[in-house]
C-alpha cells in the first residue's frame, strides 16, 4: 500500500510541475470592456449613481 501511495505522490509531483508559472500570467492591460462589463464593474466597487456615472466617464475617457 505504502508502494502505491509513493508512486502517486511522484506522479503527481511531476505532473505538477508542467504547471505555468504565476509571471506567464497576461497583465490585461489593454483589455476594453463593453458597456454591460462596466457597469457591472463600476456597480460592484461603488454604490451611488453619481460614483457610477464618474467611474464610467473616467474609464471612457
Do not use: A, H, Q, W
Not at 14 to 35: A, E, H, M, Q, R
Request: aromatic share 14%; glycine share 2%; charged share 30%.
Amino acid at each position: 500500500m505504502i508502494k502505491y501511495f509513493t508512486v502517486f505522490l511522484v506522479f503527481l509531483f511531476i505532473v505538477s510541475c508542467g504547471y505555468p508559472d504565476i509571471d506567464n500570467v497576461p497583465d490585461f492591460k489593454d483589455t476594453t470592456l463593453t458597456d454591460d462589463e462596466l457597469l457591472e464593474y463600476c456597480s460592484i466597487s461603488n454604490t451611488d449613481k453619481k460614483d457610477i456615472d464618474k467611474c464610467i466617464n473616467d474609464y471612457k475617457s
